[in-house]
Every structure is written in C-alpha cells, then in structure tokens.
C-alpha cells in the first residue's frame, strides 16, 4: 500500500443555503499528482481553498499527514508550512523583491538560517531560470516569470504537498510552457501535487489521478490514462468532447 | 495698501506663521497616531476597542471642530481640567484629525487586495506577520493621498483656533484689523502666511503620492 498524504472524507460546503462541495471523497497518495478537472463553477477552486484552510467547510473531515481537521478548525497556521498554494492571479508582493518574496515565509515563519535560506532560494531560481531576477521588483516580471516565482515561493517552505489553482488560467499563450514545464519538472522530482487547470494535454500528461467535479460533487474518478482514453461518463466523455479542438 | 504697514506688521506675522506651524505639527502627529491606532483596531476587529473607536470617529467627525474647542477650553475646566488655549488647540486638532486619519488609514487597509493577504496566509503567516510584512506596508502607501488631503485640512482648520484667542495667522489678521484697521495689509500677510506653508507642502505631498502609487501597484 502506497502512503496516503491527505484524505478527505465526506466534506460538504455551502454559501448560506446554496451547496458548493457536495459529499467530496478523495485520496492523495505521495509523491502522486492528482488533477482536478470540471466546468467553471463546479467547485474546483473551492475545494483546493478548503485543503490550506483558506475556506471553512461545514462537515466531514481532512486528514493531512499526522493532522485531522474538522469544520471550524483554526490552528491552520503550522500546518500551511506544509502545503504550498499557488494562486490563478499574480500573488507576488509588489512592495518586495523577488528574493524577499521567496525569503519571507523561510525566515519568519521557519526562522531558518539567513544564508542557507538564501542559497536554498537562488538554487530554486535557477532551476526556473530566473536566477538573474533576484532583485527585482514583480512589477518589472511578465505574467509566466511572475507564476514561477510564485511557485518558487512555496516550494521554499520545503512543502509536503503542492496546490495549484488554475496557475496558468491569466497567462498570454506563449507564457503558458514555461510555467507547465515547471509544474512537470516537480512531478519528475516526486512532489506531491494537487492540480487545477483547464489545459487538457498538460493534464492528461501529468496526472496519475483524475477527479472530474460537476456542481460540486466529484462524478468521476480514476487513473490518469483512464479519464482522457475510456471516460466512464457521460459527463465526462462531453467535457472531453468540448475541450477537443 | 501701504507697504510700509505690511514691512512693520511682518514681525507680528511672522511669529504667527510659525505658531501656526508648530500647532499643525503636533495636531497632525498626534491625529496620525490617534487615527492609525483606531484603524488597527478596526481593521483587526478587536473586541470592545473597536466599539470605543467606533463612538469616537462618529462622535469626532459629527461635530465641528469649532464646538469641539469650546468644549475643551471652556467646559472641561468646569470638571476640573483646565488647559492652556494651545493644549486645547492641540487636543481639538488630534480629536478632529483622528477620525479623518482613521477614515483614511482604514481606506488603505481595505484596499490591499484579497489575494494579498491569503497568499501571506498560505506561506503560513502568523496574523501579526500578516499585518506587519503584508498589509501595513501596501496599506500605508495606498493611504498616502487621502492621508495628504488631511494634512492639508488639518492645517486650515487651525483658522479656528482664532474663537479661543490662539495667536495664529488668522487670529493675528482678525487682530491688526481690528485694532488698527489695517485691512488690506493683515489679509494680504495672512494670505501669503498660509500659502508659504501649503503651496510647498502640496508640492511635496503630491510628489510622495506619486512615489508611493509607484511602490503600492505596478504588479
């Protein structure tokens, strides 16, 4: 038996009445990629917000290496050490350089050595490629060499488990690649890595795991192969369909 | 208008203008440290306080500046606090000048946007880190014009102060034409008082408002 990084059990969301995440099973195994696909609005970004704590959910149950969280759990602060969140829109902060963005959560929240933090953050850099860019401000960044230092920024914290929330979704087209090969190269190192993203060859590539949402619920799940080739259903087969080009 | 009135009330006005000055300094100081506290507290909903600064920034910009004065120097001595007519000047200025340096403080707080704030929650900030290394620093410069608008409010409202006999510019004016029916030379002198002090100041808060729109955005 593989070990289970997270597993979330029964979880259910809604905003006031209206259900947003209807009774969510899944397992995430380590050093697997598990992607999730579905339409606008079926819940996929509030699902992954739900798994760093940036939602609340209203019943069921996380469990995330030896941590079990329930409805209304607050103590997410040290747990998000382990869990790496990259965001859709550029998240850097603008009022810092490259390297201090990476820096921040190294040194104040780990409070980790100054200098092998900083050797740490320049080696990440330059597996992105952008080792020349430590000093500068993220307005003085395109919009892919932006998602990179985001992504170096959590991988910085020596993260568990990587989400992605639709990384590449704001990105001209030429930007795209470079931010996917990143991602890909994570997967070759064994990260473990939870993906949203609505680029279908990227996906079909990288998954081990596909969970397919529709109005909250997960309709179909299985292997990454599987879900591009057979699609069990019908919803799935049409999501497919429409995606072809 | 004669100009050798202007030449010999110069004196006069110049002792004024810098009244004028040192009062508007410490008001605005004061003010600003008043209004950052009462944002802080309501930005971070503390419990209790962000009722006591809710009261006051209603209490503080409901009420003119002028009925604030002549409370401080004319009622509180009745319940035993009696204070020089600066200190109230002063005290007047901070209790105006809080809740506007509040409403503006808060205006920069909220405006740093969400992503910003729980992209420093997912490298697992602490709240107070949050506020520290994320929120204050583009909060403040987000607050630098309406911040600067204040300044410069604030200082014009120290006219004001003339009701309880404060010597500065305006009272001094009122004074010498009162007195000596200098009429055109006081106004003059008093025109020129306040445009030494805010021409410049405009200028330069203009400036820092463009260098930290600069710093705020551009993401």
Redesign the interface.
Known sequence: MPDKLLTVSHLNKSYGKKPVLHDINLEVEKASVTVLLGPSGSGKSTLIRCLNGLEDFQSGQIDFMDQTIKPGFKKWQPIRQHIGMVFQSYDLFPNRTVLDNILLGPLKVQKRDKHEATEQAMQLLKEVQLADYANVYPRQLSGGQKQRIAIVRALALKPEFMLFDEVTASLDPEMVRGVLEVMLQLAHQKMTMLVVTHEMNFAQQIADQVLFLEAGKIVEASSGQTFFTQPKTERAQEFLNSMAF | MSWSVVQQSIPIFGQAFWLTLKLSFYGIIGASILGLLASFIRYFEMPVLQRIAGMYIELSRNTPLLIQLFFIYYAFPEIGIKLSAQTSGIIGLIFLGGSYMAAAFTGGLNGVDK??V?????????NW?LAR??VL??GL?LSVPAIAANVIFLIKETSIFTVIAIPELTNTALDQIGMYYHTDESLLLLVIGYAIILIPLSILLTWLERRARY?????
């Open positions: 992503i910003q729980e992209s420093g929650k997912a490298i697992g900030l602490t880190q290394y994320v620093p583009q410069s710093g705020a955005f551009g993401n």
